[in-house]
T-cell receptor, first 116, second 117 residues
Framework: AQKVTQAQTEISVVEKEDVTLDCVYETRDTTYYLFWYKQPPSGELVFLIRRNSFDEQNEISGRYSWNFQKSTSSFNFTITASQVVDSAVYFCALRTIIQGAQKLVFGQGTRLTINP | GAGVSQSPSNKVTEKGKDVELRCDPISGHTALYWYRQSLGQGLEFLIYFQGNSAPDKSGLPSDRFSAERTGGSVSTLTIQRTQQEDSAVYLC???????????????FGPGTRLLVL
């Protein structure tokens, strides 16, 4: 069975603070992909990043960075110097490449509010 | 290029009526997915289409739900005899088929917000 846990339901910080969103996953598969999506108030899910299970290199994209650690089954997301426009619900998701298991399994999401 | 489009953006219907929701995937994407997002259940997978293969219907909650994909492109999700618990946002996504190169990254449409009175 596959499962994604985002333990933080809501986070509220003041603008310019750094914030980390946690994601812990469970899977018995050795090959899998992890994703982060952003859902702003408009409602559309926006793809942010994809990571495969063989690539544990951390990634940085502007103010966003991701830390993938297989040893702890975690794929955490950090926003540096947060801005009001970062306010959204963020979802972590997992999928494997097993035929017939193409769906994304999502965490419950973390609602991030950046206050000015 | 154009992203995934869905129509209508909002739908209000009366309990017991049938509704049809439409999804137009990204051009060239052979895989198409439907998900449902509701307050109590989060994001749930409903159904998956890949090319001409039989769809994966394992996520459909009841036999009132069905979907088809015509010509390998546009898909329609039909809910018959709607119930109040069907109220949710219905999201469509599409992806390339080559999982090992693209990771099967799914790109989502804006969703259809369904309200059953």
């Amino acid at each position: 069975a596959q499962k994604v846990t985002q333990a933080q339901t809501e986070i509220s910080v003041v603008e310019k603070e750094d914030v980390t969103l946690d994601c812990v996953y469970e899977t018995r598969d050795t090959t899998y992909y992890l994703f982060w999506y952003k859902q702003p108030p408009s409602g559309e899910l926006v793809f942010l990043i994809r990571r495969n299970s063989f690539d544990e290199q951390n990634e940085i994209s502007g103010r966003y960075s991701w830390n993938f650690q297989k040893s702890t089954s975690s794929f955490n997301f950090t926003i540096t110097a947060s801005q009001v426009v970062d306010s959204a619900v963020y979802f972590c998701a997992l999928r494997t490449i097993i035929q017939g298991a193409q769906k994304l399994v999502f965490g419950q999401g973390t609602r991030l509010t950046i206050n000015p | 290029g154009a992203g995934v489009s869905q129509s209508p953006s909002n739908k209000v219907t009366e309990k017991g009526k049938d509704v049809e929701l439409r999804c137009d995937p990204i051009s060239g994407h052979t895989a198409l997915y439907w998900y449902r997002q509701s307050l109590g259940q989060g994001l749930e997978f409903l159904i998956y289409f890949q090319g001409n293969s039989a769809p994966d219907k394992s996520g459909l909650p009841s036999d009132r739900f069905s979907a088809e994909r015509t010509g390998g492109s546009v898909s329609t999700l039909t809910i018959q005899r709607t119930q109040q618990e069907d109220s949710a946002v219905y999201l469509c996504a599409s992806s390339l088929a080559r999982i090992r190169t693209s990771g099967g990254t799914q790109y989502f449409g804006p969703g259809t917000r369904l309200l059953v009175l």
